[in-house]
Each structure stands twice: as structure tokens, then as C-alpha cells.
């Protein structure tokens, strides 16, 4: 993947870059793409969260309890 992505900045944009501005240029932006992979995890979580939340809220007997409660 590091080759695919130096192979996409070399173009005639970055050709006056030195290869250590490239390879601090690929890390940043490894770094911004897997933060953004972790808020979207978190964000489906957080949903996830309160979903159970809600449906334990509304549970009346105990069968409607036990997969939420385990998920929680």
C-alpha cells in the first residue's frame, strides 16, 4: 500500500519534494485515515449503544432483556 501511495504523490505536484517530506506526508496521512476509521467506529457504537438503551427501556419480561443485557 506505502508504494501504491507514493506512486499517486510523485505525480508533477509533489516532484520538488525529498523522499523524507514524502515519507512524513504518507505517515500523516496513514494517521488522519485510521482517526477517521476510529470516529466512525465509535459513532456506530454510540448508535449501537443507544439502540439496546432504548429496547431494555421498553422490555417487559425477562427473554426481551437477555440479548440486549449481553450486548450492553
Same mark, same amino acid.
Given at each position: 500500500m506505502k508504494d501504491t #501511495?507514493? @506512486?499517486i504523490i510523485m505525480d508533477d505536484y509533489y516532484a520538488d519534494l525529498s523522499q $523524507? @517530506? #514524502?515519507d512524513k506526508l504518507v505517515?500523516? $496521512?496513514s494517521i488522519v485515515i485510521?482517526?477517521?476509521l476510529l470516529i466512525i467506529v465509535g459513532i #456506530?457504537?454510540?448508535i449501537f449503544t443507544i439502540v439496546t438503551v432504548i429496547k431494555l427501556g421498553k422490555a417487559t419480561n425477562?427473554? @426481551? #432483556?437477555i440479548v440486549p443485557a449481553i450486548f450492553i
Amino acid at each position: 500500500m506505502k508504494d501504491t #501511495i507514493y @506512486q499517486i504523490i510523485m505525480d508533477d505536484y509533489y516532484a520538488d519534494l525529498s523522499q $523524507t @517530506q #514524502i515519507d512524513k506526508l504518507v505517515n500523516a $496521512t496513514s494517521i488522519v485515515i485510521f482517526g477517521l476509521l476510529l470516529i466512525i467506529v465509535g459513532i #456506530i457504537g454510540f448508535i449501537f449503544t443507544i439502540v439496546t438503551v432504548i429496547k431494555l427501556g421498553k422490555a417487559t419480561n425477562k427473554k @426481551q #432483556i437477555i440479548v440486549p443485557a449481553i450486548f450492553i
